[in-house]
């Protein structure tokens, strides 16, 4: 038996993984993207559990970076970056329920070069910000265009850098709230988690009627922390598919791939963002193993795992995860 088969979705949702209906939505399709989450939009695409889906999204800048000599001071209207594609209705979800996300590719889309980076001014993860002001001087703005294909990015005539494609932004719709896209929560959002990519399967929370799942903002490869705030953006197509968990009850973002499970957590300053996810950890591993929550705090300080997603947007994003293995 595969992992996928003895997966929560595979096993608790209303497909049982079972890939129904093809869907599609490109650029065209899509229209005007959206830059908040919330639950105001009307739905692009309405689909049952099970559907599969391929989307086409933007990279952060809709586009608007095509040169190295471009500023993007100049090209870029803050705060209507990081364009998402959506939102999607799936028949049957209500609030309490968990949309199941797998993600099963992420391509390069569009002509060469496809990959951008680039720093921007009070941006960053070592530099003064609005929320962290210094009176040092901003650095200069610089951009990289980049060759991405699924062999490699070439970031130069000696480097050749891994393809580690994954959505940087994915999340359902709070139930009142119009949230920026460029801000990660208990909904998803913008975490930049580079686990997030082909092969694992994202649990979201449903908050509204529908769950309305958005995405966008892949990136074809980031280090831990998005240290200078930007990976390497690209336009991508994704393809999903989508199931329904019925009273999954999870308040934050879950994350099951082959060898792990785990959960995310959004806040400032990043130890909140930590304990926050490795208390629906504590939660999710007592509840699976039977043992009471003090034994799974005790088992999670010898074999529990942390990786930065970001730590340069509005809230910082990180994940808790245990290896399967230990989970009996």
């Known amino acids: 038996m595969s992992w996928f088969e003895s997966s929560i979705m595979a096993t ?73 594609t959506g939102p999607i209705h799936v028949e049957g979800a209500e609030k309490g329920d968990a949309l199941a996300v ?35 001087p901003p650095l200069p703005e610089k951009v990289k265009k980049l060759h991405v294909t699924e062999e490699g990015v070439k970031w130069s005539d000696t480097l050749t850098l891994p393809y580690e494609p994954f959505i940087g932004t994915i999340g359902t719709a709070p139930e009142i709230e119009a ?27 449903v908050n509204k009627e529908g769950g309305y799942l958005y995405l966008g903002d892949c990136h074809a490869i980031q280090g831990d922390g998005e240290l200078c705030g930007v990976a390497l953006e690209m336009p991508a197509t994704v393809e999903i598919q989508i199931d329904l968990i019925k009273g999954h009850g999870n308040g934050w973002p879950q994350l099951e791939n082959e060898h792990s499970m785990g959960f995310i957590g959004s806040a400032r300053p990043m130890e909140d963002a930590a304990r926050i996810a490795y208390r629906e950890l504590v939660r999710w591993v007592a509840a699976e193993t039977g043992q009471s929550e003090e034994e799974a705090y005790m088992l999670l300080t010898m074999c529990g795992k942390v990786r930065v997603g970001n730590m340069v947007d509005p809230k910082y994003s990180l994940g808790a995860s245990i290896a399967k293995r230990f989970v009996k």
Do not use: W
Request: net charge negative; charged share 20%; proline share 10%.
């Open 12 to 84: 608790k949702g209303v497909a049982r993984g079972k890939a129904g209906e093809s869907h599609s939505i490109t650029i065209e399709d899509q229209g005007t993207f959206h830059y908040v989450y919330g639950p105001y939009a009307d739905p692009v695409l309405e689909v049952k559990p099970g559907a599969v889906v391929t989307v086409e999204t933007h990279d952060a800048f809709e586009g608007k970076i095509t040169s190295e000599t471009d500023k993007p001071t100049e090209i870029l209207n803050f705060p209507y970056l990081n364009p998402q």
């Open 102 to 136: 797998r993600i099963i590719s992420i391509k390069p889309r569009g002509p060469q070069p496809v990959g951008t980076t680039c720093l921007i001014p009070e941006f960053g993860g070592l530099v003064g910000t609005g929320d962290t002001a210094m009176l040092n």
């Open 179 to 205: 949230i920026s896209s460029l801000q990660p929560d208990y909904y998803g959002g913008n975490m930049d988690l580079p686990d997030m990519a082909p092969g694992a399967i994202v649990y979201l929370p």
